[in-house]
Every structure is written in C-alpha cells, then in structure tokens.
C-alpha cells in the first residue's frame, strides 16, 4: 500500500509540477503558474446501502495546497488546452464516527484522506468560473470490518482504502489572490479487493471553501468549446508492452468460509490474499494533443482457481459446478483504450471483452472487463513507463494492477 500511496501522489505531483516544465516554449517554462493554500468544509450524506444506518450524515474539513496553471503560458502548452486548470494535494478529515448504525455491532471511525486533485473550469469570466473537479488518492480508518466486534460495516474491511472523487464547482474570483467556492461532490471509498467483505462506500455533499494565492494571478477567461490546439504534443502510432500484477481478495471463497466457520471462530485472516498478472500489448494512435486511442490484447493470470473451485462446493451442487465452464488459471481477451495526455502523464481507460475465460460459478463476472488508471512516462527513463490501474468486471474492483512497460 506505501507503493500505490508513492505512485498516486508522485504521478499527480509531476502532473502539476513536472509537467509544467516539458515541452513548450521558454514563456511557458518560467513563471506560468502560482502556488496557493485553499480550506473549506462540506456536509455529506451517505448515498448507499441506506437501511444499515440510523444517522446518516457526516463532515468533511480539508486542507489542499493548489497550483494555479496561468494565462502567461503559449497558447500551445497543455495548460492553455486544459483551460489553465488547477491542480493539487491535500488532506481531508471525515467525521464518519458520527454515523451510527442500526446495528450495535458496527461502527465506523473518523476517516484520514490524502489525494490528488485536478479541477477545470469549463467556462469562466473575469469573476466567475464554473467546471468540474476530479479528486484521487487514500484514506486511513481505524473502524473496519471485524466478524467479532463490527461485523455490521461490512463495507471497509483494510485500515487504507482507495478513494476517487469527483464533482462540479461555482467560483467567485473576488480578487488576483483570493477565491471563494461553493461545490458538490460524489465519493467513494472501498478496500479494492486488497480486503474482503469489500461493500464499499459511496456518500455526497457540498460546501464553501477559499483560495488564498500567495502572489497575484487573475487567469484567463475559458470556454471547454474553445480550448486551444496543443502544439507541441506527439502524433502517430505507438507500440506499448506492458506487464502487472497485484493481489486479490476472493468474494466466493469468503461467502464459503462464513458457511462452514463457527461464527466465533470467524476472522478475515481466514482469508488468503491471491496474486493475480497480466500481460498486455496495446497499439495506440496519438492525434497529437491530448488525446490517443487504439486496441489492445490482454492476458491474465488468476492464481486462486483451485479456491474458487472449492468455494463453488460448498456453494453449490455438483450438479451446477460439473455444468460450469470449468477452472483456468489463464484468460484473455481483446479491448479498446483510450489515454488523456497531460506532458508525460495519462488517464488510461480500456473496455475490454473475453475471448477465453474458465472461473466456474462464483467467478464469472460475464464477457467484459474494465481498466482504469494512471500511467507515467518519465522522460528520464523513455522509452519506460509505470502505471497503477483497477482492473472490474461490471464497474466493481477485481483488484489493483501496478505494470511497467516499453514503448516499442
């Protein structure tokens, strides 16, 4: 987990630094942007699985030191065709023990968040800016899923989390320093298959909150319909091989361990933690801005076949799993992907289909399967590249998969 903690923050901070400083013109390079500190507070409410809980609402304080991209920078740079966005880190502290549930065995606990963030305004004047922010990173809780003693939250069972956010925004620009904000924001949390009961959390709200800059900066006016070419930006085809893996928490083999274990010989140290691998391929068109897209070929590797056998025994008849596909270890199919550019970073996102795919019962998930990600290609180590990704089967985390690859 400190790895995927590293990786998160360094890509999100060479996304606001770094990147900053590839290439463009010398006006671009030097002075482009400024530093500021911003505070507010939201009100949340949870959103799902509203029937566990008495009280459902909590707050959120946060504490996010900003980079303001600025209108000093070419026309050609990224910032210009993002329309100067504003990227950064912060801290957010959650009063989820404020929630009470209906059960007495369950309880959260205050909840720690540090993520990245990058908010777009998708039209602004010279007082007003409205867009959308996107948010990604970790939390920390102490209340998490225990058969013993919170057996009702079912919905973190790991003390660190994957957290992504996103939502909209109103800025007053009051003056070239200052800032104030009203937004609304869509949440989640889950333990992404690191852990297992893995329910998840998903809560929304708004709030105030304000930007202090720290020298003077009005940024332009912009319009998301009006974004200026990138002119520096690659273009063409390029080849990528690229090889992953990460770990797996079993919903099947959980759901059968609860069957056959006394309740009060239960603990989720029962369950085993299974590598999972991949091998990819992908063909990618670059248009020569921000965005690229191509095919890719995919193969897995599931460690936990021979589990996933054994739990579908215990969960069904062997009328049902003689009848099944059968028990493979490896799987493959073909998908299509699509990469946003910001300077040497990219969101990478494929939706994919399997050609061969044998995981008997409980691990059929259908034909398709989803990756999400961030990919970085330091300059400093072209032709590689590292990336984290969350691998799903219907929108829901499979499991989390750090690859490194090679353009070719």
């Not at 800032?179 to 709030?207: C, F, Q, T």
Request: net charge positive; charged share 20%; with cysteine.
């Amino acid at each position: 987990m400190a790895r995927l903690f590293r990786d998160t923050l360094m890509t999100l901070v060479c996304i606001a630094v770094q990147g900053l400083s590839c290439p463009g013109t010398a006006s671009a390079q030097s002075g482009s942007g400024t530093w500021g500190l911003k505070a507010g507070g939201d009100r949340m409410t949870i959103g799902s699985f509203r029937d566990s809980y008495h009280s459902l609402s909590f707050n959120a304080f946060t504490l996010e030191l900003d980079y303001s991209t600025s209108g000093k920078a070419d026309d050609g740079s990224f910032a210009a065709g993002y329309g100067f966005p504003v990227f950064g880190v912060g801290l957010t502290w959650n009063t989820l023990s404020d929630v009470k549930f209906r059960s007495k065995n369950g309880h959260y606990s205050d909840m720690l968040t540090a993520y990245g963030t990058i908010a777009r305004d998708l039209f602004r004047t010279r007082h007003l800016g409205f867009g959308y922010n996107v948010q990604l990173g970790l939390s920390y809780s102490s209340g998490y899923y225990d058969a013993q003693t919170n057996s009702a939250n079912w919905f973190f069972s790991s003390p660190v989390l994957l957290y992504a956010g996103g939502g909209g925004h109103l800025t007053w620009i009051v003056s070239p320093r200052l800032d104030l904000e009203a937004g609304i924001m869509v949440k989640h949390n889950s333990s992404a298959r690191l852990a297992y009961p893995n329910g998840g959390l998903n809560y929304w709200g708004g709030g105030l909150s304000a930007r202090y800059r720290f020298s003077e900066s009005r940024p332009p006016r912009a319009n998301v319909f009006k974004t200026p070419k990138i002119r520096n930006g690659e273009k063409g085809w390029s080849y990528e091989i690229y090889a992953g893996g990460g770990v797996h928490a079993c919903a099947g083999e959980w759901r059968a361990i609860v069957k056959t274990v006394p309740r009060d010989e239960l603990s989720t140290s029962l369950l085993r933690r299974w590598p999972m691998a991949s091998l990819s391929a992908d063909a990618i068109y670059r248009t020569g801005g921000r965005f690229a897209v191509g095919a890719t070929v995919d193969g897995f590797w599931n460690s936990n076949t021979k589990r996933l056998e054994w739990a579908d025994r215990i969960l069904y008849t062997e009328e049902e799993v003689d009848a099944s596909k059968g028990y493979s270890p490896l799987s493959g199919g073909i998908g299509l992907v699509q990469e946003v550019f910001y300077r040497n970073a990219a969101l990478y996102v494929q939706e994919g289909i399997y050609l061969y795919r044998h995981m008997g019962i409980r691990g059929e998930h259908g034909p398709l399967y989803e990756r999400a990600g961030i990919r970085y290609y330091p300059p400093a180590l072209d032709p590689f590249f590292v990336s984290v990704c969350i691998k799903a089967h219907k929108f829901k985390a499979d499991y989390l998969d750090f690859t490194v690859g090679i353009r070719l």
